[in-house]
C-alpha cells in the first residue's frame, strides 16, 4: 500500500514539474530583413536552440524593427524586455569607444580580413569589453562591406561635397562625411527608405543585402562600388540574465550560437554578389564601378578620421585590425 502510495505520488509529482514547467522565452530582436545574413542567423538561432533544449526554451524573433528599432533595442536588452539583438558595430560607442575601430573607413581590405580580426585575441577580447555596462558579446556576425549612394554619381570626393547623407548613429561615419564635405544625419535604419524618397537626405551607405532587401535601390539613382567601409553585428545579450541561466540552457544557447552565427557568415560570404547581382538586375539604379585612383582620392580624403578617433579607440586596436589584413 505505502509503496503503491509513493508510487501515485512520483508519477503526481512528475506530471504536476512537466505540466508547470514554462519554457524560457528569449526574444530575439533585429532591425533588418528575414533575408538577410542577420536574418537568417536569428532564424537558425531559434531551430537550433529550441532542437539543443527541447521544452527549455522558446525563441521568438521579431525581425524588420517590429518590436524595437535602432535607439530602443538597447535601452530594451538592459531592462530585460528583449534577451537578444544584433546592432551594427557602429552602434555601440555609448557603451564602449573601442568597437568604433570597426566604422574607419578603408581600414579593412575586405571581409576576410575583418574575420581574421574578429578572432583574434584583441578582437575578442572586445566581445567582453561591455559586461561592466551589463552588456555580454556573444560573438561576431558578418554583413559586408558597404556601398556609396546617392542621386548622383560619387566617382570623387568632390562630388561628395554639399551632399546630406544618412548615417547610423556613430560619430566616426559623421566624421567621414564631414571629411568630405558632406552633411551627415543621424536616422534610425527604419526611417532610411522614406528619408531617401522624400529628400530628406541624398545619400547614404550600406551592403548590398540591406540596400536590395529594403529597396533603397529604388529610390536612389547611382549605387558606387565603393566597399569603403564595413557594416558588421556584435550578437549580444543583458550579462545578468546570461548569468543566472541554468548551466545546461546557457551551454546549449551557446552552442546555437556559434553555429547560428557561423551560418550567417556563410551567408553573408555567399550572398553578398546575388544581392549585388539582383540590384543590377533590377535596373532601377545605375551601378557604378570606382577605378583605382578614384578609390585612392576618397581614401585620402576620409583618412584624417583614423587620428581624429585613434586615442579613444586605441592604436593597439587599430594596429591590429590593419594587421589582419595582410
Ligand atoms: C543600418 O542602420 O544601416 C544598419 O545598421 C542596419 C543593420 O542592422 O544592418
Same mark, same amino acid.
Given at each position: 500500500?505505502? #509503496?503503491?502510495?509513493?508510487?501515485?505520488?512520483?508519477?503526481? +509529482?512528475?506530471? *504536476?514539474? &512537466?505540466?508547470?514547467?514554462?519554457?524560457?522565452?528569449?526574444?530575439?530582436?533585429?532591425?533588418?530583413?528575414?533575408? =538577410?545574413?542577420? /536574418?537568417?542567423?536569428?532564424?537558425?538561432?531559434?531551430? $537550433?536552440?529550441?532542437?539543443?533544449?527541447?521544452?527549455?526554451?522558446?525563441?521568438?524573433?521579431?525581425?524588420?524593427?517590429?518590436?524595437?528599432?535602432?535607439?530602443?533595442?538597447? @535601452?530594451?536588452?538592459?531592462?530585460?524586455?528583449?534577451?537578444?539583438?544584433?546592432?551594427?558595430?557602429?552602434?555601440?560607442?555609448?557603451? &564602449?569607444?573601442?568597437?568604433?575601430?570597426?566604422?574607419?573607413?578603408? #581600414?579593412?581590405?575586405? %571581409?576576410?580580413?575583418?574575420?581574421?580580426?574578429?578572432?583574434?585575441? !584583441?578582437?575578442?577580447?572586445? $566581445?567582453?569589453?561591455? =559586461?561592466?555596462?551589463?552588456?555580454?558579446?556573444? /560573438?561576431?556576425?558578418?554583413?559586408?562591406?558597404?556601398?556609396?549612394?546617392?542621386?548622383?554619381?560619387?566617382?570623387?570626393?568632390?562630388?561628395?561635397?554639399?551632399?546630406?547623407?544618412?548615417?547610423?548613429?556613430?560619430?566616426?561615419?559623421?566624421?567621414?562625411?564631414?571629411?568630405? /564635405?558632406?552633411?551627415?544625419?543621424?536616422?534610425?535604419?527604419?526611417?532610411?527608405?522614406?528619408?531617401?524618397? =522624400?529628400?530628406?537626405?541624398?545619400?547614404?551607405?550600406?551592403?548590398?543585402?540591406? %540596400?536590395?532587401?529594403? !529597396?533603397?535601390?529604388?529610390?536612389?539613382?547611382?549605387?558606387?562600388?565603393?566597399? *569603403?567601409?564595413?557594416?558588421?553585428?556584435?550578437?549580444? &545579450?543583458?550579462?545578468?540574465?546570461?548569468?543566472? #541561466?541554468?548551466?545546461?540552457?546557457?551551454?546549449?544557447?551557446? @552552442?546555437?550560437?556559434?553555429?547560428?552565427?557561423?551560418? /550567417?557568415?556563410?551567408?553573408?560570404?555567399? @550572398?553578398?554578389?546575388?544581392?549585388?547581382?539582383?540590384?543590377?538586375?533590377?535596373? !532601377?539604379?545605375?551601378?557604378?564601378?570606382?577605378?583605382?585612383?578614384? #578609390?585612392?582620392?576618397?581614401?585620402? +580624403?576620409?583618412?584624417?578620421?583614423?587620428?581624429?578617433?585613434?586615442?579613444?579607440?586605441? !592604436?593597439?586596436?587599430?594596429?591590429?585590425?590593419?594587421?589582419?589584413?595582410?
Amino acid at each position: 500500500m505505502l #509503496l503503491r502510495t509513493l508510487a501515485f505520488a512520483a508519477v503526481f +509529482a512528475v506530471a *504536476h514539474a &512537466t505540466a508547470w514547467a514554462q519554457p524560457i522565452v528569449i526574444k530575439y530582436s533585429h532591425v533588418v530583413a528575414d533575408q =538577410t545574413p542577420k /536574418g537568417q542567423a536569428a532564424l537558425k538561432f531559434k531551430e $537550433l536552440a529550441e532542437k539543443k533544449l527541447p521544452g527549455k526554451v522558446e525563441v521568438q524573433v521579431f525581425p524588420n524593427s517590429q518590436l524595437f528599432g535602432d535607439g530602443k533595442e538597447m @535601452e530594451a536588452l538592459l531592462l530585460g524586455d528583449v534577451q537578444i539583438i544584433a546592432p551594427s558595430l557602429a552602434k555601440f560607442a555609448k557603451y &564602449t569607444p573601442k568597437l568604433q575601430v570597426f566604422d574607419l573607413p578603408f #581600414l579593412f581590405d575586405d %571581409i576576410a580580413a575583418v574575420d581574421r580580426f574578429q578572432s583574434s585575441p !584583441k578582437g575578442r577580447e572586445l $566581445l567582453d569589453s561591455m =559586461t561592466s555596462k551589463g552588456i555580454q558579446g556573444l /560573438g561576431y556576425l558578418h554583413n559586408g562591406m558597404k556601398q556609396l549612394s546617392a542621386n548622383k554619381p560619387l566617382r570623387t570626393p568632390a562630388d561628395a561635397s554639399g551632399l546630406k547623407y544618412r548615417i547610423q548613429a556613430s560619430d566616426v561615419l559623421e566624421a567621414q562625411f564631414k571629411a568630405v /564635405g558632406g552633411n551627415p544625419q543621424k536616422l534610425a535604419f527604419a526611417e532610411v527608405y522614406q528619408a531617401l524618397q =522624400t529628400g530628406v537626405v541624398d545619400g547614404t551607405e550600406n551592403p548590398w543585402s540591406n %540596400i536590395y532587401t529594403k !529597396k533603397f535601390h529604388e529610390v536612389q539613382k547611382y549605387i558606387m562600388e565603393s566597399n *569603403h567601409g564595413l557594416l558588421d553585428y556584435m550578437v549580444i &545579450t543583458n550579462a545578468g540574465w546570461w548569468k543566472q #541561466l541554468p548551466a545546461d540552457v546557457r551551454k546549449g544557447l551557446s @552552442e546555437a550560437m556559434a553555429e547560428s552565427i557561423a551560418y /550567417g557568415n556563410k551567408v553573408a560570404f555567399d @550572398e553578398d554578389a546575388n544581392f549585388r547581382a539582383k540590384v543590377i538586375a533590377d535596373k !532601377k539604379a545605375e551601378v557604378l564601378p570606382m577605378t583605382k585612383e578614384q #578609390l585612392g582620392q576618397w581614401r585620402q +580624403a576620409m583618412k584624417p578620421v583614423w587620428a581624429k578617433f585613434e586615442r579613444d579607440i586605441g !592604436k593597439d586596436i587599430i594596429d591590429a585590425a590593419l594587421a589582419a589584413n595582410n
